[in-house]
């Protein structure tokens, strides 16, 4: 069984608003108790089990085929009464019945028809059998109103047959006897009414006396009064003493009836709980529909590699705002147990932490997850966490004692099945001692081999990762210019808290924060701007990716379209056009990824040596070093604007073109795959694969001014 703490753990990780989510899709007691405790397996047998049923109904749904269980009444108590000796249950209850035992039928014949595609929603039902016999005999007594059939025995037959009759006898004497008081004027307004079972005639109630009879009863008013006219009082004691009658022969087939179902009430009590069962399944399979969730892969050793999730109540909400919602990606393993994320205030770290423990609780309790399908979930034994406000009036308690509590008892506790989510560590306290507190706990977590997020602003919990074993960075990117979080978390590197930059944005006096920068501690003031700066090269080679991958699709959507044209030589032109720009593009992403890799050998450095200076220095060097690359844009610029790529076969007397570095020099002679090109009046030995042929563009001619 997973275990929680604390008690309010499910809450604040968002569990029960996903409860909620589901009850809202049971329809069944069943299932809304199954709901209400539901499971959290640690087995994973169980845990495959409970995810493949929801998986499989989930592929049933929005098909014509649909899975046909339709049954949805409570009927627990009438199944309770069937067991009962002597107990007779009421004709809409085998109604009931019959439907949940035809339900049953559609269902195993459904599963039948499908021919194993669905095993494991078909090992549900694999006990279940039919019983036919259910239904003959309730519909041999019972008709589709429920009213036991005249057909039930000879009796009731000869009763209802005699009943009938004398309602015949009466109708045409009570009849009579309406016209004629109604000639004698004797009638009030509304002539005639049942009281006490019985037909009476509506008389003025100054008549009463006339009208011979047995009075009933009158309005409220008084001026009406009802009576029983002496002429249909034999009638009304006859009709009344056989359905009296009636009665209780209806009585005695229903106890009959009752007493004949009593050996099938296993098979009835089995069929309740199969409806539920399935009910429960599809509640699941319908919640994992609005969220498009999918399966993930399982794994016995505690761990998480979640590929594009998302946290499933902001998904949800987003898309009814129409807004978008941003993926993370993220592994943890036994290499790497204890991600430390960093960034700045509302970037979403919190969030990013919530939705790994939101998903890994949804996944262990057999929902499916809002996460690509290649995603794989480990299985622990213990979530533990401590988010948001932790204060207690109760006990005293201030936030960081109670943050305190809650690290005792996972030092106390944790272990390598143990899944723990801290926010803020060490805040509530004093900067430096929290942040030496901080340390110290995750050692010993990461000591004991526990698996688990913390967020934080401590710079020296972000050095700290990488230094000791298990620990890793992660960072939330963040767009400086626009001073707008992206909520994306970018693994293997810590993140600036971009306190100054939100300061300058913000408005506040510039000699405010000039001040506190004085005041910063230098050495950790430069490596968060070193932070800072890389996180933007970052943000800005992401935004290259993406567009080396659009310039990309479209090179090949153009490649697709071109391959069509009878103009081969145009297709050539044009194709090489966007593999000469796609290279210029190439050229800038790799230079930003040497520096990233650059920069992680700066970290490195940082961390080993005594000198911070040094590599201080060494690092902003480094870091914005760009004029060749600003060269070759430029010459790439002046090229595309003076010269039009031919990439015909080069002959002598051509103008050719560097891929590189894009001079301009005239093909002079051609030897094999060397030639020699001339640029200005120097020769140059080539290897024709690094050259492509262009030619001058023609001047534009000038706009003549229209006179006025």
């Known amino acids: 069984m997973l ?61 014509s085929d649909y899975f046909p269980n339709d049954f949805t009444k409570d009927i627990t108590g009438e199944l309770k009464l069937l067991r009962v000796p002597g107990a007779v249950l009421k004709g809409e209850d085998f109604l009931s019945i019959n439907k949940l035992t035809l339900t049953v039928r559609d269902i195993l014949l459904w599963l039948k028809r499908q021919n194993n ?60 006897i309406l016209r004629k008081l109604n000639k004698q004027g004797y009638l009030a307004d509304i002539s005639e009414s049942f009281m006490n079972g019985r037909r009476t005639v509506a008389v003025v109630a100054e008549q009463k006396r006339i ?8 309005s409220e008013s008084g001026k009406t009064v009802f009576i029983e006219p002496e002429e249909t009082i034999e009638l009304n004691n006859d009709i009344s003493s056989l359905e009296r009658e009636e009665g209780r022969e209806v009585y005695r087939i229903l106890k009959d009836l009752t007493a004949s179902l009593q050996v099938y009430h296993p098979n009835l009590e089995s069929y309740l709980k199969l409806c539920g069962v399935y009910d429960f399944i599809r509640a699941k399979a319908l919640l994992a529909q609005d969220m498009n969730a999918h399966m993930p892969r399982l794994s016995s050793n505690p761990g998480t590699h979640l590929i594009k999730a998302y946290h499933p109540l902001l998904l949800l909400h987003n898309k009814t705002l129409g807004k978008p919602t941003y993926p993370l990606t993220i592994s943890m393993d036994k290499d790497n147990r204890i991600l430390v994320i960093s960034g700045p205030n509302a970037g979403g770290k919190t969030v990013s932490m919530k939705t790994i423990g939101l998903l890994q609780t949804m996944c262990q309790a057999g929902l499916l997850i809002p996460a690509d399908d290649t995603s794989e979930i480990g299985i622990f034994k213990q979530i533990m966490i401590h988010i948001g406000d932790t204060q207690s009036i109760e006990n005293e308690l201030s936030t960081y004692s109670a943050h305190l509590r809650d690290m005792k008892y996972f030092l106390e506790q944790a272990n390598g099945k143990t899944l723990f989510f801290v926010d803020e560590l060490g805040s509530g306290s004093d900067p430096n001692l929290g942040g030496a507190f901080a340390e110290a706990i ?233 030639a020699i090109v001339r640029i200005g009046h120097m020769p140059f030995t080539i290897t024709m694969d690094e050259w492509i042929t262009v030619e001058a563009k023609k001047p534009q001619p000038r706009k003549k001014k229209t006179e006025e």
């Open 3 to 63: 275990q929680f703490y604390p008690e309010q753990a499910l809450e604040r990780l968002e569990f029960e608003k996903i409860r909620q989510l589901l009850l809202a899709k049971c329809r069944t007691n069943y299932a809304k108790q199954a709901a209400l405790n539901i499971k959290f397996h640690t087995k994973k047998e169980y845990l495959e089990e409970a995810l493949q049923q929801v998986y499989e109904y989930k592929q049933t749904l929005g098909g």
């Open 117 to 176: 595609l669905y095993p494991s929603l078909e090992e549900i039902a694999i006990t279940v059998t039919y019983q036919k016999e259910i239904p003959k005999i309730i519909n041999e007594m019972i008709d589709d109103a429920g009213v036991v059939r005249d057909s039930a025995s000879t009796e009731l037959m000869r009763l209802r047959h005699d009943i009938e009759k004398k309602r015949q006898q009466l109708r045409k004497v009570f009849e009579g």
């Open 211 to 218: 009208v011979k009879g047995i009075m009933h009863g009158e």
């Open 442 to 674: 995750v050692e010993q977590l990461a000591n004991k081999k526990a698996m688990g997020i913390i967020t934080t602003h401590y710079l020296n919990l972000k050095v700290m990762a990488g230094k000791v074993p298990g620990i890793f960075n992660g960072a939330m990117a963040f767009d400086e210019e626009k001073l707008l979080p992206l909520y994306q978390l970018v693994l293997g590197k810590p993140g600036s808290s971009y306190t100054f930059s939100i300061a300058q944005r913000s408005g506040l006096p510039e000699h405010v924060i000039n001040r506190a920068r004085q005041i910063t501690d230098k050495g950790h003031f430069k490596l968060d701007k070193m932070l800072h700066q890389t996180e933007q090269q970052s943000v800005r080679m992401t935004s290259k990716e993406r567009h080396l991958d659009q310039l990309v699709k479209e090179n090949e959507k153009l490649k697709s379209k071109y391959e069509e044209l009878i103009d081969k030589e145009r297709l050539e032109q044009h194709y090489q056009t966007l593999k000469l720009q796609n290279k210029i593009k190439k050229e800038e992403l790799d230079y930003l990824r040497d520096m990233e890799r650059k920069f992680k050998q700066i970290v490195f450095d940082w961390k080993r040596t005594d000198n911070k200076q040094e590599v201080i220095e060494s690092a902003e060097k480094i870091l914005f070093k760009k004029k060749h690359i600003i060269q070759n844009q430029a010459a790439a610029t002046k090229a595309d604007k003076n010269y039009v790529i031919t990439a015909k076969q080069p002959e002598v007397g051509d103008l050719m073109r560097n891929k590189d570095n894009h001079q301009i020099g005239r093909l002079v002679e051609v030897k094999g795959k060397k």
